[in-house]
Each structure stands twice: as C-alpha cells, then as structure tokens.
C-alpha cells in the first residue's frame, strides 16, 4: 500500500502538467519534468490560430502557478482533489471565449456554466486515463462545477484563491476598462462569494491606489 501510495502522489506532478494543457504534450517523470511545446502539431490542428494558443498557454501558467501559490498559501493541508481541481481551474479555456455569448448578464452566465462544464470534462477524461478512481474524479468534478459553494469547505477554498487571483492579478486592468459603478458591483458580488478567510487575505494585497479606492467604495456599508 505505501508502494501505491508514493506512485499516486508521483502522479501529481505529472497531473499538475497534463492537466494544465495536455495537448501541448508536456510530461513529467520521476519528480523532474520537461516541458516539450509541440507548437508545429498545433499550428497543424489550430490553422492560423498558433500565436494565439501559445499567448493563452503562457498567460494560463501563470495563473495556475499564482492559484497554487493561494492554495499554499491559505489551505496548505487541501486534499488531492482540491489541488488537482486548482490546477484544472482554467483548463483549455481559450476554446470558448467570452465572444461566444450574448454580452449581457444572462450571456455571461451560460458562458461561465459552459467552461465550468469544459473544465470538469477535460479534467475527468485525464484522471481517468490516468488511472485515478471514481472517488477522486467525482471530487474534482464536483468542485470545477462549483458545486455546493458556502456548504463544502473545498469548493470554497477554491473560489476563495480564484478570487484572490483575479483580484491580485487581473482586477486593476479590467477596472480601468469598464464604468465605476460596474466595477462596484462585481467587487461586492465576488466578496460575496469568499470565506472569511479568502476576505482577510484580500484585504492584505498591495494594489493600486485606485484598486484600493474601489474596493474601500464596494465595501463601504453606507453605499450599499
């Protein structure tokens, strides 16, 4: 059993590389991989899409390295399966853009439903190929769907650290890009969405002065 036990927490490694973008082909052994970017089978199978997929790729490691730093960070005990779903967060989710779907509310909404969709089916499809049980698959299915936010701790320590990311990461840019009292809103809907503890931590990030002024007007209560 702790033969099994060492093979399966091998197979991390590997995971956290397949399950970021399997089709790039890299691949990992004995705790040491090597990334081979096979951008010619690509540019093959993505005609004229080859810049493209490797913008995505690049921006995409870096938000699974910044979602794993969060979960490091904050639930440094988190299972398998919550490591495995953090890694697959954002898995091949160039394939649908936000484009594909009316710009408006309801838009958004079925495009957010239909990568959570892709990013569970792709996960499944590697953990099984790999060998994972049923358990396990089943967990980082439920979590990538975001299922039972609020109820399970896991599903909240995701959202939490996604939360953290777009906030640490991404929030000062796209606030620049979009009217104040918009940008309000969306930052009280995802504060709504973080624990306590993913809360704390976001009142540590070192943001801009307009990122911070923004955040203070979201959670002033006198505003609400």
Known sequence: MRGQACNRNRLLLPLSVQIVEPEIGDVATDGMHRRAS???FLAERHAGRKSFVKDHLVIGNARR???????????PAASPALRLACRAQHIRRWEIPRSSFP???????????????????????????????ETT???????????RLKADPETQALEDV????FLESYFADFAARHDEQKIIGILRKTWAKMSETG????????LP????????????????
């Open 65 to 75: 390295r910044i979602l794993r730093r969060w979960l490091d960070r904050l639930y």
């Open 137 to 147: 698959i089943e967990k980082v299915r439920s979590l990538l769907m975001k299922k």
């Open 162 to 165: 996604a939360c953290l990311v």
């Open 103 to 133: 710009m408006d509310r309801a838009g958004y909404h079925r495009w957010r439903t239909r990568l959570y969709t892709l990013h569970a089916d792709t996960a499944e499809k590697i953990l099984r190929d790999v060998g994972f049980d």
């Open 38 to 40: 096979r951008f010619p």
């Open 209 to 224: 002065p307009q990122a911070q002024r923004l955040i203070k007007a979201a959670l002033d209560p006198s505003s609400q």
């Open 199 to 206: 809360q704390a931590a976001a009142l540590t990030l070192k």
